[in-house]
């Protein structure tokens, strides 16, 4: 019976370091004669701060490769505790060294007149006609929530227009659409 169980059980073996310097040696041999083509990808990692310290230690070897990805990192988060780090405090919850070769690129909140010109253009993509007091609404909403929050409120708002028999949202769509959800 275990000899029939061995059999159905696929063979995992583990890639040592050995193996991937082969396979870095033929693909760089491949590169250099013009067989292949290096295409480096994206890769992007959002709450970051959830990795832990195993995690970071192996993108850190990871990224030291010539075939690595371009690494988009984000998170929230200010000064918190590295997740397997024992109890190491650091900026973003990303350990010191790791930290030190990111490039940092902080944001901000959106400005009204921002949030009104982007609200804007999203009407527009959506095929809506809207008023600029409805517009001046939507961008006070997403001031006190978000962009996203704002955004979607054109929908509801749209549907309480045509609801009324308006073809254009109006300030007071948008009020009562607000007034209908949780933010």
Do not use: W
């Not at 292949?36 to 709450?47: K, N, S």
């Amino acid at each position: 019976m275990s000899l029939v169980a061995a059999l159905g059980k696929p063979k995992k073996t583990e890639i040592t370091e050995k193996l991937r310097q082969e396979i870095n040696k033929v693909v760089s041999k491949y590169i250099d004669d013009g067989v292949a083509e290096l295409v480096p990808g994206v890769l992007f990692l959002d709450e970051v701060h959830m990795l832990d310290l195993e995690a970071f230690t192996y993108l850190n070897r990871s990224l030291e490769s010539t075939i690595s990805p371009i690494c988009v990192m984000a998170t929230n988060r200010g000064v918190t505790a590295v997740r397997g780090g024992g109890g190491v405090v650091a900026p973003h919850g990303i350990p010191g060294d790791f930290l030190d070769r990111l490039l940092i690129v902080p944001t901000h909140p959106y400005k009204a007149d921002e949030l009104h010109r982007i609200l804007k253009v999203r009407a527009k993509i959506e095929g809506l006609q809207i008023t600029d007091g409805a517009l001046q609404s939507l961008a006070q909403i997403g001031l006190k929530t978000s962009l996203r929050y704002a955004v979607q409120m054109l929908a509801p708002a749209a549907l309480l227009a045509e609801t009324n028999g308006r073809d254009e949202v109006a300030e007071e769509d948008v009020d009562s659409a607000d007034e209908l959800f949780l933010h």
